[in-house]
């Protein structure tokens, strides 16, 4: 990353920090990652404006990490949504602490990946969660393979953020802020009458079980919300829907032994998928002690 960049990223977005990870890093993918502190949440006056913005997509700001009203918004404060308008009150401004990968490669469209660190967002932390990227396992930067852990799904357009570096990154971390706010929004919903509510566009990242087999751990919350292990609750169903799916592409009879098998190879994915993340995670705990107190 261009050091004036950082400098003008910094003064407007505020509590960031630029890391630079070597080549040899082993645990992390090595190049520029942002480290970010915020406080997402908006004003309590302007909550339900901004509730209103997410629905509708429209614009708006970022102060120092945090959402705000332009002078010349419009203030729309009509509510429809009965829950949405019950957790409102409540709605608490904790701080995240987030990750971003700015050398991004085509497999990640080279858009930044997101992480929310701390509190952490994932499937086994939010099984039941509407707007999370599944891992990116391997990916080749530097000439190097490297896992990254599920990020967050801040973009829902897909398409490019913008022109310049700059104006990539302080996208990425505008709607990073956004993203934030609409998951305290399903957060509360979602505890308070088990129904999460994501404002927004709500496209479903899993369209098969096959992808709730590779990113949901079996020895975690299914994604039912039921409030059994994964592996004693729809995993069955899910690997059904697998052996439907691949049946035109794949032999029976092979099919059907690996249908039988296939508790294992999940398990042991998994186990390695969780040893990477936590592995990932320590560093990054440990990259935040370093930079922020
Ligand atoms: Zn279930």
């Known amino acids: 990353m261009n050091s004036l960049i950082y400098e003008k990223l910094r003064k407007e977005f505020g509590p960031i920090h630029w890391v630079q990870i070597p080549n040899h890093s082993k645990i992390i993918a090595p190049g520029d990652w942002l480290l970010a502190r915020i406080k997402p949440i908006p004003l309590r006056e302007h909550l339900r404006t901004f509730v209103n913005i997410c629905i509708e997509e429209k614009t708006f700001c970022v102060d120092k990490g945090k959402l705000t009203l332009d002078v010349d918004d419009p203030i729309n404060e009509k509510i429809t949504n009965k829950a949405v308008e019950k957790v409102l009150n409540k709605l608490e401004d904790p701080i995240y602490e987030i990750m971003i990968y700015l050398n991004t490669t085509e497999a990640c469209s080279y858009q930044p990946l997101v992480f929310s660190i701390n509190p952490l967002i994932n499937y086994l932390t939010y099984p039941t969660h509407?707007?999370?990227?599944?891992?990116?396992?391997d990916i080749k930067v530097m000439q190097g393979k490297y896992f990254f852990p599920q990020s967050i799904c801040y973009n829902?357009?897909?398409?490019?953020?913008?022109?310049t570096e700059y104006e990539i990154i302080k996208e990425s971390l505008w709607n990073t802020s956004l993203w934030h706010f609409r998951h305290r929004i399903w957060e509360e919903t979602q505890n308070s009458t088990n129904k999460g509510i994501w404002i927004g566009p709500n496209k479903e990242y899993f369209d098969n079980g096959y992808n709730y087999l590779t990113e949901l751990n079996p020895y975690g919350l299914c994604r039912c919300g039921r409030n059994k292990k994964y592996y004693e609750c729809c995993m069955e169903k899910d690997l059904k829907e697998l052996d439907k799916i691949s049946k035109n592409i794949l032999n029976p009879n092979y099919r059907k032994a690996e249908l039988r098998t296939s508790l294992y190879p999940y398990r042991k994915y998994h186990s390695q998928m969780d040893m990477k993340s936590r592995k990932f995670l320590q560093y990054a705990h440990e990259l935040f002690s370093k930079y922020y107190d």
């Open 130 to 137: 509407p707007h999370i990227n599944c891992y990116f396992n």
């Open 156 to 163: 829902d357009a897909n398409n490019s953020l913008g022109d």
